[in-house]
């Protein structure tokens, strides 16, 4: 399951992990983002243990959007040692998420 990052965990989920991390910008209006949303949940459980996935509610967590330069929904960005590696914005299929991580674990 997709953890959820918030401003105040973020640091610590995000930014210190040792592993690849997939971050979905999300909010629940947002159309496309109920179209990712599953698609994030199914990475989840494929690359559990090998990677960290989790979601970003932008209305409950301004903070965090406002410092990634998040203007558009959804946005999902790839983090590797705490810097971000990678950027999908709008809905795309899972393919291009997984191969995103993938590259990372390299």
Do not use: H
């Not at 698609?39 to 932008?58: H, N, S």
Request: with cysteine; proline share 6%.
């Amino acid at each position: 399951m997709a953890l959820t990052f918030t401003d105040a965990n973020f640091e610590e989920l995000v930014l210190k992990s040792d592993k690849p991390v997939l971050v979905d910008f999300w909010a629940e209006w947002c159309g496309p983002c109920r179209v990712v949303g599953p698609i994030v949940e199914e990475l989840a459980t494929d690359f559990d243990g090998t990677a960290v996935i989790g979601k970003v509610d932008v209305d409950s967590n301004p903070n965090i959007s406002m410092q990634y330069g998040i203007r558009n929904i959804p946005t999902l960005l790839v983090f590797k040692n705490g810097q971000v590696v990678d950027k999908q914005v709008g809905a795309v299929p899972k393919a291009v998420l997984a191969g995103k991580l993938t590259a990372q674990m390299a």
